[in-house]
């Protein structure tokens, strides 16, 4: 078989070897981790959705504090997009794995390796994780009005409130950025 793109060799002592298959098992483990984190942010988006109650009372003692109902609609769309986006990245991962172990089933004597375009895994595994980084921004999202429910509108200058929005905006904003420049890196080297 003569060398190509999609099973490009690598030399090892005298013996030939293919760099897309001798990565499997980190691809398979990578794609695992992706599904367990979207699991548990799916989780999360349950979460969100069953501390919403219609016409609830803020912890400020203002009513003018209290979120309407527009609040909660935008919760329940930014809940729905972001269970969306996770369910995307999950089934993109789900179905990567599935082709490298039925392709990885047809050779028994390698247990590690199997043969899969290394092009179509990159832009699976780059695809799942921006469905994870664009359900992760939906959670942030909804979960900045899960706070304006609970602890008042930002509108109306609660301390709490914008203290626990701040934190929540910088630390997933730096995650996600490490997350991203992460998978791009990996994508492209």
């Known amino acids: 078989m003569a060398e190509s793109e999609e099973y490009p060799k690598e030399h090892y002592g005298g013996q030939t070897s293919m760099s897309s298959s001798s990565t499997t098992s980190v691809h398979v483990t990578a794609l695992d981790g992706l599904v367990s984190v979207n699991s548990l942010f799916t989780i999360a988006v349950f979460v969100g959705l069953s501390l919403t109650v219609p016409g609830q009372k803020s912890l400020e003692n203002r009513t003018a504090c209290d ?10 769309v930014f809940e729905v997009v972001s269970f969306s986006f996770f369910l995307f990245s999950s089934l993109v ?3 990567l794995k599935l082709a490298i172990n039925l392709l990885n089933s047809k050779e028994v004597d390698e247990v590690f390796r199997a043969r899969i375009n290394i092009k179509v895994l990159r832009f699976g595994m780059l ?12 959670l942030m999202l909804s979960m900045v ?3 304006q429910i609970r602890l008042g509108m930002l509108s109306c200058g609660s301390k709490s409130a914008v203290h626990a929005v701040a934190a929540l905006v910088v630390l997933v904003s730096s995650a996600l950025v490490v997350y991203l420049s992460t998978a791009i890196y990996a994508f492209l080297h």
């Open 67 to 76: 979120a309407g109902n527009d609040v909660a609609k935008k919760l329940m």
């Open 93 to 95: 991962a789900q179905g």
């Open 127 to 138: 695809g799942s994780a921006f469905g994870s980084v664009l359900g992760c921004v939906f």
């Open 145 to 147: 009005n899960v706070i």
